[in-house]
């Protein structure tokens, strides 16, 4: 099992719909969690970070983590094509002062 | 700007040959981090340096060789390159402690292409 897995997508929506992004991940002491987002040909930038079990909300952006089901996700709504980029999900593992990465899912918002 | 700045950009080089990134940090974070991105975008950690002193290195040959003259600076050198190296390199930086530990910087990545 990886440590963290993402579906690699491509994930496509129209314009203004909601982009549901998932991510899994395998360390059961991880206590918090993050989403970087990466446009092609550019570096990763933080958009995104979950500590407690629920929702946590950022303008059109909300993370969901689910500790018990070592679930956390994404939502992107009235997503614009502007979000088209490959979101990382991104845990630190116990004992590891480091970022473990998922492989990214690829968003393309259609206009 | 405050920033973190890597170089070069690009870097395309015969197998066999010796290359070095240079990375450098002016946002006063103790530790950096260099992370190598293959064709399928998985971003992986190679090293990760707090105050000078490596405090990670994970599975990486031994013809990468990390270095950190100071805090602010985690350079880069690959010997006897190899066709698999080629990918994108990114330096990252971030505070030792609290909310910021996981709150990378990146640079703008350094593109290596092995021939």
């Known amino acids: 099992q990886k440590e963290v897995e993402q579906n690699s997508g491509p994930l496509s929506v129209p314009e203004g719909a909601i982009a549901s992004l998932n991510c899994t991940y395998s360390d059961r002491g991880s206590q918090s969690f993050f989403w970087y987002r990466q446009y092609s040909g550019k570096s990763p930038e933080l958009i995104m970070s979950i500590y407690s079990n629920g929702d946590k909300e950022d303008g059109r952006f909300t993370a969901q983590l689910n500790k018990a089901s070592q679930y956390v996700s994404l939502l992107i709504r009235d997503s614009q094509p502007s979000d088209s980029a490959t979101y990382l999900c991104a845990v630190p593992y116990t004992g590891r002062r480091a970022l473990t990465f998922g492989s990214g899912t690829r968003l393309q918002v259609q206009p | 700007d405050t920033a973190v700045s890597q170089t070069p950009k690009y870097l395309v080089t015969q197998m066999g040959n010796d290359k070095s990134i240079k990375c450098e940090q002016n946002?006063?974070?103790?530790?950096m981090y260099w992370y190598k991105q293959d064709s399928k975008k998985f971003l992986k950690i190679m090293f990760s340096?707090?105050?000078?002193?490596?405090?990670i290195n994970e599975t990486v040959p031994n013809r990468f060789s990390p270095k950190s003259p100071d805090k602010a600076h985690l350079n880069l050198h690959i010997n006897s390159l190899e066709l698999g190296d080629s990918a994108v390199y990114f330096c990252a930086s971030s505070q030792e402690y609290g909310a910021g530990a996981n709150v990378l910087t990146f640079g703008a990545g350094s593109r290596l292409t092995v021939l």
């Open positions: 946002l006063g974070h103790d530790t």
């Open positions: 340096y707090n105050n000078k002193e490596l405090i």
